[in-house]
């Protein structure tokens, strides 16, 4: 355990406040420059890795002098925040840490481990199960379904765009476990009242299906809802190991 993340530590001045913001944000782009510089170098693989989704005959263009530049760039931005999320995240954690009592912090700083991996799993289970459906159907299926023989040249730019988008958000969705738990935890929510939400988390997961998944197939859809669904009902049972209470008091800010 962290001591200096322990400690209580004197309350804050405004000035000191921004003082620290702006240190936490400078370590945080540095780190993002140099995760970034490490993304620029690996990103011709996770092109080919991307790409292949959509399947052999699938084969993207661009129109623009600065697209593929542009769209290089982009990916190894990504790239570079999934190499500094671990860091990202720390700072922040940091940065609220004042605010909290000594028992939250120590629930965020044994949280943070768990985060990293279940965006990482989040994204896995997108690219290796939400996506090839998702990008096939949109490419070549629907377009067979309808009777529309029609070849797609689909721009680079797009293309990474809908495929990253989909795997931040698979990755994002991943959490819900842990924040279920931390609720639980803090006492924020009892797990007898999440249990009652079951019917309304049904309904949430299969919105946001339609909204991370724009494709009207139901299998599609049920790709993304379904976790959505079982990772609501593990945070209820991880919350089982909860020690839920009231730790609002002795707050600094």
Same mark, same amino acid.
């Given at each position: 355990?962290?001591?200096?993340?322990?400690?209580?530590?004197?309350?804050?001045?405004?000035?000191?406040?921004?003082?620290? /913001?702006?240190?936490?944000?400078?370590?945080?782009?540095?780190?993002?420059?140099?995760?970034?510089?490490?993304?620029?170098?690996?990103?011709?693989?996770?092109?080919?890795?991307?790409?292949?989704?959509?399947?052999?005959?699938?084969?993207?263009?661009?129109?623009?002098?600065?697209?593929?530049?542009?769209?290089?760039?982009?990916?190894?931005?990504?790239?570079?925040?999934?190499?500094?999320?671990?860091?990202?995240?720390?700072?922040?954690?940091?940065?609220?840490?004042?605010?909290?009592?000594?028992?939250?912090?120590?629930?965020?700083?044994?949280?943070?481990?768990?985060?990293?991996?279940?965006?990482?799993?989040?994204?896995?289970?997108?690219?290796?199960?939400?996506?090839?459906?998702?990008?096939?159907?949109?490419?070549?299926?629907?377009?067979?379904?309808?009777? /529309?023989?029609?070849?797609?040249?689909?721009?680079?730019?797009?293309?990474?765009?809908?495929?990253?988008?989909?795997?931040?958000?698979?990755?994002?969705?991943?959490?819900?476990?842990?924040?279920?738990?931390?609720?639980?935890?803090?006492?924020?929510?009892?797990?007898?009242?999440?249990?009652?939400?079951?019917?309304?988390?049904?309904?949430?997961?299969?919105?946001?299906?339609?909204?991370?998944?724009?494709?009207?197939?139901?299998?599609?859809?049920?790709?993304?809802?379904?976790? /959505?669904?079982?990772?609501?009902? /593990?945070?209820?049972?991880?919350?089982?190991?909860?020690?839920?209470?009231?730790?609002?008091?002795?707050?600094?800010?």
């Amino acid at each position: 355990m962290d001591e200096e993340f322990e400690e209580e530590g004197p309350e804050l001045t405004i000035l000191e406040h921004l003082d620290e /913001l702006r240190r936490r944000m400078i370590a945080i782009a540095i780190s993002m420059v140099i995760a970034t510089a490490v993304g620029l170098v690996i990103a011709p693989r996770i092109f080919q890795l991307l790409i292949s989704l959509a399947g052999q005959d699938f084969s993207p263009i661009f129109i623009e002098m600065t697209e593929m530049f542009v769209t290089y760039f982009k990916v190894s931005v990504f790239i570079g925040a999934g190499i500094a999320m671990p860091i990202i995240v720390w700072h922040i954690v940091r940065f609220v840490a004042p605010g909290l009592t000594r028992k939250e912090r120590r629930l965020l700083l044994s949280m943070l481990p768990l985060v990293t991996v279940f965006f990482v799993a989040g994204i896995l289970f997108g690219y290796f199960i939400t996506l090839p459906f998702s990008v096939k159907y949109l490419l070549f299926q629907f377009p067979d379904a309808v009777g /529309l023989n029609i070849r797609p040249e689909i721009r680079i730019e797009n293309y990474i765009s809908f495929v990253t988008t989909v795997l931040f958000w698979m990755g994002i969705s991943f959490q819900t476990p842990l924040i279920v738990f931390m609720l639980v935890q803090l006492g924020v929510v009892s797990r007898q009242r999440l249990q009652s939400f079951r019917k309304f988390a049904i309904l949430v997961a299969f919105v946001v299906s339609a909204i991370v998944t724009p494709t009207p197939d139901p299998l599609n859809q049920s790709l993304v809802a379904i976790p /959505l669904i079982v990772l609501y009902e /593990l945070g209820i049972q991880l919350s089982r190991f909860a020690r839920s209470g009231d730790y609002s008091g002795g707050h600094k800010h």
